[in-house]
């Protein structure tokens, strides 16, 4: 069973963008179902900073409205607890002086001098340089422990992301740096290694041998909306597939890990990732653009980027190298569906027969859980 971390260190939880679209579909939502979970320390505060001009009370109201929107049961008195801890600064991102006013916020509202900071980049990655190095400096005005968390895109090839890297270590240490990716929060992603650790049976199926393709598929219904400026120069591969499903690919092939330290955990889903092998053949790798794309304010009439994706690759690994796995993800379609299915090799009773293989399946979205389908030939 997952056990629920309680955050114990009182904490200033600064969100940068706080206006922006990512803010409100997962994060304010995220921080009530924190909330909800009691999961919050004595004294939290959170700061939203972004350029748009709101006082502390409209702000509220947007993240009032954005938990409303987003979750189907909202507890009154819960939200009005988060609220009575949400506080806004506007501000620009390259600007001393806004910082200066964020930090003397942070310290009136917050009455733990040595509370940890937690600043969360919500914001396009043409700013992490400057918020990083505004940080670097208001960070001395703080005594406890200070961190950023940046979710992708983190660069745009390996070059580009080392570069970012080295950048943000001239102002942070690289364990005050978390990189985020939101799948691995998902409570079925996360149970993904627990369960191979438990159930021996379906650890030993999950060794290749077994398996005669892995299918991973992130179907969603929603188009780019208002994320054009980033996902146009982005693009529905770098978007979903190198991040969030190579990692769901990861912690399903990767050998496990003697125990659940980092380092180790790193050192096998890194063994998966360089064993990777995208087919070559004609065929394998499929790209799509959803109608009316285009037509969307913001985006070049002539923009090719890929909306869709399906892919197949393989694991240079002796056990998999002859297991395709199948990678498929889209925007707009025709309804929102997250899974992984693992098929089986038909079995010796199989063979020969009309019998679908056997499957197990893992629903990440809408539902979360595990379900198999096993099929027996009746013919005979
Ligand atoms: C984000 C991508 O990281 O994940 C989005 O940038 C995508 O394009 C989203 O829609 C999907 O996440 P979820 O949790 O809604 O499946």
Request: hydrophobic share 40%; charged share 20%; glycine share 6%.
């Amino acid at each position: 069973m997952l056990t629920k971390k309680i955050i114990k260190e009182n904490l200033n939880f600064i969100l940068f963008g706080a206006s922006g679209d990512l803010a409100q579909l997962k994060l304010f939502p995220s921080l009530y179902e924190l909330v909800w979970q009691k999961r919050m320390p004595a004294h939290y505060i959170i700061f939203g900073f972004a350029r748009t001009q709101w006082t502390h009370a409209e702000f509220r109201d947007h993240v009032e409205k954005s938990v409303r929107t987003h979750l189907d049961h909202v507890d009154d008195d819960l939200l009005s607890e988060l609220l009575a801890h949400v506080y806004y600064v506007s501000g620009s991102y390259d600007d001393g002086k806004s910082y200066e006013q964020l930090a003397a916020e942070i310290h009136r509202y917050q009455p733990d001098p040595s509370a940890k900071t937690l600043a969360y980049y919500a914001i396009p990655p043409t700013l992490f340089q400057s918020v990083t190095q505004q940080l670097g400096g208001m960070r001395t005005q703080f005594s406890g422990p200070f961190h950023i968390m940046i979710e992708k895109p983190f660069g745009q090839d390996r070059e580009s992301a080392s570069d970012l890297f080295q950048f943000i270590l001239n102002y942070f240490d690289h364990d005050e740096v978390f990189l985020l990716d939101h799948y691995l929060g998902k409570s079925s992603v996360k149970s993904i290694l627990p369960l191979r650790y438990y159930n021996s049976v379906l650890n030993f199926l999950l060794q290749g041998k077994e398996i005669a393709n892995i299918q991973i598929s992130a179907l969603e219904t929603l188009g780019v909306e208002e994320r054009i400026g980033f996902f146009d120069q982005v693009g529905i591969v770098k978007d979903m597939i190198q991040s969030h499903l190579f990692q769901v690919l990861a912690l399903l092939t990767m050998s496990m890990p003697v125990d659940e330290a980092v380092k180790n955990i790193r050192r096998e889903k890194g063994n998966i990732l360089a064993a990777l092998r995208p087919d070559q053949r004609p065929g394998s790798l499929v790209l799509g653009q959803y109608k009316g794309y285009r037509d969307q304010p913001g985006v070049p009439p002539d923009s090719n980027t890929p909306t869709f994706a399906a892919l197949r690759c393989y694991l240079d690994l002796l056990d998999w190298y002859r297991v395709p796995i199948y990678i498929r993800t889209g925007k707009r379609l025709s309804h929102k569906h997250t899974y992984v299915t693992i098929e089986f090799k038909k079995s010796i009773f199989q063979e020969n027969t009309r019998a679908q293989p056997n499957r197990l399946v893992l629903e990440l979205f809408p539902s979360e859980k595990f379900k198999s389908t096993w099929s027996i030939n009746m013919e005979n």
